[in-house]
């Protein structure tokens, strides 16, 4: 069977099923790199000078942030031999614009990068729902399977809310300082992702499938 790059279609006999724990790990791993970089800038160039050619703590965190993003879809490559999508988008969004926040010495760059990703998400589930297609598949079919109707309703919140994410960004890099806005990303956003995925509970365990029992081995008497 052809080796593909990408993470497969959930529905797809070849795709992998991820441990939820080391899905989560891969995906906050490098945001808390930031956040402690970012809180720690003038420890980490006590003791590494190097660091400080770089610039300011959160140019600091910009470039770990960078590194870390890497070693975790190098990480996803090598544990499962392909790349999850979600992720994959995240991180070229992240490089492109950590690398003009270094280059341009402008922290403006990686505050919008979350504008940026949560829109893009926002735009794209709206959008293959609005083509009759759900993509939330890549992200939640560890976790639960639902009937079309639920996905549709599912894949609908999810996009309003990412676009709500990417307001909400927007309202916190330009109201307040730049440490503010670090540690919202990390002790704000999460915490109001988490609370937004508890309440769709209710229409997940509406509209889930059961999976059917395993059958029973009949001996011959």
Known sequence: ????????????????????????ALELGPLMVFFFANARGEWLIERFPFLAGIGGPIFIATALFMVATAVALGASWILLRSLPIMPLVSGIVVFVFGALTLWLHNETFIKIKPTIINTLFGVILLGGLYFGKSLLGYVFDSAFKLNAEGWRKLTLRWGVFFLFLAVLNEVVWRSFSTDFWVAFKVWGTMPITLLFTFAQMPLVMKHSIEQPAPEKAVNDK
Request: negative net charge; hydrophobic residues 35%.
């Open 1 to 24: 069977m052809e080796q593909s790059v990408f993470e497969r279609d959930p529905s797809d006999p070849a795709h992998k099923e991820v441990n939820p724990l080391l899905k989560l």
